[in-house]
């Protein structure tokens, strides 16, 4: 089965840590682009950041410092880790997987769209709280 799957949510207090993993089954990650997404209650989902099939990275002005993304792909995984996390940080993340023909060749990734991911993990909620 080609899937997706986030895993690493769960509740922390305001300036901690913690790592989302998104692993992939049914399919090789490595010549994909990566991208991190979140959805606060009330809010649409946007993106946070997003990695290339070369390991170019994007990241949201929200995030910048904060986070990093990365990959695995002996273990068909990517990463996001989290620091430094703030109150606004509390949504559902999401990971999805860009393997269109133009992403690969540009050997880029954007945050500015959900439209053509061709997998989506079913998410993983992180709440930072006290």
């Known amino acids: 089965q080609l899937q997706l799957v986030e895993s690493g949510g769960g509740l922390v207090q305001p300036g901690g840590s913690l790592r989302l993993s998104c692993a992939a089954s049914?399919?090789?990650?490595?010549?994909?682009?990566v991208a991190w997404f979140r959805q606060a209650p009330g809010k649409e989902r946007g993106g946070v950041s997003c990695?290339?099939?070369?390991?170019?990275?994007n990241y949201a002005d929200f995030v910048k410092g904060r986070f990093t993304i990365s990959r695995d792909n002996a273990k068909n995984t990517v990463y996001l880790q989290m620091n430094s996390l703030e109150h606004e940080d509390t949504a559902v993340y999401y990971c999805?997987?860009?393997?269109?023909?133009?992403?690969?060749?540009?050997?880029?990734?954007?945050?500015?769209?959900?439209?053509?991911?061709?997998?989506w993990g079913k998410g993983t909620l992180v709440t930072v709280s006290s």
């Open positions: 990695i290339s099939n070369i390991d170019n990275t």
């Open positions: 049914g399919f090789t990650l490595d010549s994909y682009a």
């Open positions: 999805a997987a860009d393997g269109s023909w133009s992403t690969v060749v540009s050997g880029s990734c954007t945050l500015d769209t959900l439209d053509g991911m061709n997998y």
